[in-house]
């Protein structure tokens, strides 16, 4: 059983709650607060996108039927925006296809009212943390990106040949570079890159291409 006052206090953890009924909006605003959760309450979809979306680990916990657009239907749009939320559905009306749809979408978790306080916080927990995950992903890869842009052109070359296993002199031929200068440019990339290895530059490189295959051309 997970309790939300175990996770690291000092970073901002919101949870969004969107429920069209105003006492299941209050009553999940008095448990979230009882365990010490910052909740941001919305009696729409609508208007929650009116809402900025605060820099912090966020989940949301989103009721299925509601008037406008369904909870469903707004789980995908999410999924397809860099904007990307943890989800857990409540839902008074749920069936069996509704829920397998909601879960192949990738929700954390569907609950039928009423449920138990203590599975919702677990869900919660869980879907806080998944947020907190991508968000250090994010943060890293762009980090990452943002070495490698600090490279020269030549210092990228050389970092091409080098993680693919090619000696010194190798380069140096290749590039028609004398062996110092290729010496140098390695030198410099891996202080660039922050790189305290051979075999971390490799890593790194592996990572990068990833990224940029994963961006649109």
Not at 53 to 59: E, H, M
Not at 104 to 128: C, H, S, V, W, Y
Not at 187 to 194: D, I, P, S
Request: glycine share 6%; charged share 25%.
């Amino acid at each position: 059983m997970i309790n939300p006052r175990q996770a690291d206090a000092t970073e901002a953890k919101i949870v969004i709650v969107i429920d069209d009924d105003p006492s299941v909006r209050k009553s999940l605003t008095n448990l979230l607060q009882s365990v010490g959760l910052d909740a941001r309450t919305f009696a729409s979809i609508e208007e929650f996108l009116r809402w900025p979306l605060p820099d912090a680990a966020v989940c949301m916990v989103l009721d299925i039927r509601m008037p406008g657009r369904n909870g469903l239907d707004f789980q995908q749009d999410l999924a397809s925006s860099d904007g990307a939320v943890p989800i857990i559905f409540i839902t008074a009306h749920g069936d069996i296809p509704m829920s397998v749809r909601a879960m192949k979408a990738g929700a954390i978790e569907f609950l039928t009212k009423p449920f138990r306080d203590q599975d919702l916080l677990d869900a919660i927990q869980l879907g806080l943390e998944l947020s907190r995950s991508r968000r250090e992903e994010i943060a890293a890869a762009s980090l990452l990106m943002s070495r490698y842009e600090s490279l020269s052109g030549r210092e990228r070359q050389v970092m091409e040949f080098v993680v693919s296993g090619q000696l010194t002199k190798q380069i140096a031929a290749k590039l028609g570079l004398s062996e110092i200068t290729v010496k140098v440019c390695r030198a410099n990339l891996m202080k660039k890159m922050c790189a305290g290895s051979m075999l971390e530059l490799g890593k790194m490189s592996e990572r990068l291409a990833r990224l940029r295959g994963a961006q649109p051309e």
